[in-house]
């Protein structure tokens, strides 16, 4: 998925701790209030677009990657939304996170209220997300925005896997798809992540145990290998998506599967992601709908 056009060029000016000129609040998403609250940390630039900048944060652990972006950009959920202009910085630049702040471009951000990346959806019956599973497929064969890995080997597999709750097949068909495909986040990543999302959350809802396990041990598997095999952008939203968290697009969806708003205008803005990233998370979210809706169905 692409946020703007081009990244700017490099300049080499970058920004002290402590050297902000001026001072701005926006809303940020849970999945970055450890990583906001923590001690200060050394940060870098991988991509400027017009509506988000992209830092990756200097850390041993999992990749952190925080998004500063634009009211009209997707909300993920490793992002900060700030109002008014974005910090004028290039591909490369310093900047600092942590002590409750981003340090970017002489500018000064914290968060002045947060919002859940991975909002429970409550109790759900098994039976209406399998009557709703038609539907979804229906509108998902209609729409002129298709995934990019359309009908790619691993993804029938790894579809077919989770539907029949196979550990084996499910993992070894995620991990052919880790990085697959062009952009910032390779299709490969955002069907996965459409898949555990919708796996955690329709599993937990419905009850459906098997579902849950499954989601947790693919995400075991394929944020091991993301840390090498795809963009430190797309690694991060993986890890997002392990935990359940996903932009406000991929959770209206899922609210529609589970019958607190209406699921065709949530999934037609769901399509207008990107280029294809749209299409690669709501095939995500159709394949973990069809497995949780089978492994119910199974008794599992």
Known sequence: MTVGARPRARRSRGVQPGHVRAHATGAAGT???????????PARVLAAFPAGIYLEVRTELEPHVVAVLSGDAVRLPNAMVINGPMPRVAVGE???VGDGSIELGGLGLRAHRWWDAAPPLGPVEPALLA???PVLSG???????????????????????????????????????VGLGPGLTPSGDDMIAGLLVALRHLGTASGVGRAVWLADWLA?????????????????LLHCAARG????????????????????????????????????????????????????????
Not at 31 to 41: G, Q
Not at 220 to 236: D, K
């Open 139 to 177: 509108l998902c064969e209609r729409s002129p925005r298709r995934p990019g890995l359309e009908g790619n080997d691993a993804a029938v597999r790894l579809a077919l896997g989770c539907a029949e709750g196979s550990l084996l097949r499910g993992v070894t068909a995620a991990e052919q798809l």
């Open 131 to 133: 009557s709703w599973l």
């Open 220 to 236: 075991a598997a394929v944020t091991f290998e993301a840390r090498e095999r795809t963009t430190p952008i797309s690694a991060a």
């Open 31 to 41: 999945a970055l209030r450890a990583l906001l609250e923590s001690p200060r940390r």
């Open 94 to 96: 310093e900047a600092w």
């Open 245 to 300: 968290e996903a932009c406000g697009e991929v959770l209206a969806v899922l609210r529609g599967l589970a019958g607190r708003q209406a699921l065709e205008p949530a999934l037609h803005r769901l399509f207008q992601i990107g280029h294809t990233s749209g299409a690669d998370l709501a095939w995500g979210v159709r394949a973990g709908l069809a497995a949780v809706a089978g492994l119910a169905g199974a008794g599992r």
